[in-house]
């Protein structure tokens, strides 16, 4: 059906930048809402952002709003995630998942039914 693999994660200092990658192989992306999520140790996997494949439309979480943006790319099957202004708190493995298209885009993990590998993002203070 879908398979993800996430790059881009990596060692970065407060207030630097860092633009993660997502993969897709199998379905094309755009056949579902694709959205990004984050675990730090020993915390719940949270929200990130998202997008609505089919408007284009963006979701995210409010810790990361102004600072994240997450696109889409069709022609290459990818979604990015650029994260700037970084935090120590954005120390995390960070997830790319795809979901069904609903009418109201979900912000749950537990909607989604693929997910990559994650990669690791570490900001230092």
């Known amino acids: 059906q879908v398979q993800l693999v996430e790059s881009g994660g990596g060692l970065v200092q407060a207030g630097g930048s860092l633009r993660l990658s997502c993969a897709a192989s199998g379905r094309t992306i755009v056949s579902y809402t694709m959205g990004w999520f984050r675990q730090a140790p020993g915390k719940e996997r949270e929200f990130v952002a998202a997008i609505s494949w089919h408007g284009g439309s963006t979701y995210y979480a409010d810790s990361v709003k102004g600072r994240f943006t997450i696109s889409r790319d069709s022609a290459k099957n990818a979604v990015y995630l650029q994260m700037n202004s970084l935090r120590p708190e954005d120390t995390a493995v960070y997830y790319c998942?795809?979901?069904?298209?609903?009418?109201?885009?979900?912000?749950?993990?537990?909607?989604?039914?693929?997910w990559g590998q994650g990669t690791q993002v570490t900001v230092s203070s």
């Open positions: 998942a795809a979901d069904t298209p609903r009418w109201v885009t979900s912000t749950s993990p537990h909607e989604y039914d693929y």
